[in-house]
């Protein structure tokens, strides 16, 4: 293990490296459950110029982004648990995720977008529903369903 590891252990070093920052399961199962509903997207895009962030997925006429949120990386309020192993350093790291997605529903909903944010342990095809649903709406038509 590299001397100035941020991890507690060689174990905990690639059990963190082995996360994927996009495609993964819950996003890739959401985004089937989309597509299935004849909906089309952008994976992984910036949905503005000036924000520096990358977004799950875009729907950009209709000004709908959908980030896909881990449980422990986003600070679910149902599941989140502060590890106990390097505390300060995961309260840190934790809390500057939690500010930043803050800072980035602030910065979409000032440019007229909505932001729908799906929780990893959420039934993935009623969020489709709910996220299809906002599409049509603010593409100013109501089709049903597929």
């Not at 895009?45 to 982004?65: C, E, T, Y």
């Amino acid at each position: 293990m590299p001397e100035q590891s941020w991890a507690s252990s060689p174990a905990t070093r690639r059990a963190m490296q082995g996360n994927r920052s996009r495609d993964t399961t819950p996003e890739l199962a959401l985004r089937r459950a989309l597509h299935a509903k004849g909906l089309r997207y952008r994976v992984c895009a910036q949905p503005l110029p000036n924000l520096r962030r990358k977004i799950d997925i875009v729907f950009r006429p209709a000004r709908v982004a959908v980030e896909v949120y881990g449980c422990f990386w986003h600070g679910c309020p149902q599941h989140h648990r502060q590890p106990t192993a390097n505390n300060k350093y995961w309260r840190e790291k934790l809390t500057k995720n939690m500010d930043r997605d803050r800072r980035t529903r602030q910065a979409l909903e000032d440019a007229g977008w909505l932001l729908i944010v799906v929780w990893e342990h959420e039934d993935l095809d009623a969020a489709a529903r709910r996220i299809a649903e906002s599409v049509r709406a603010r593409r100013g038509f109501t089709a049903p369903e597929a």
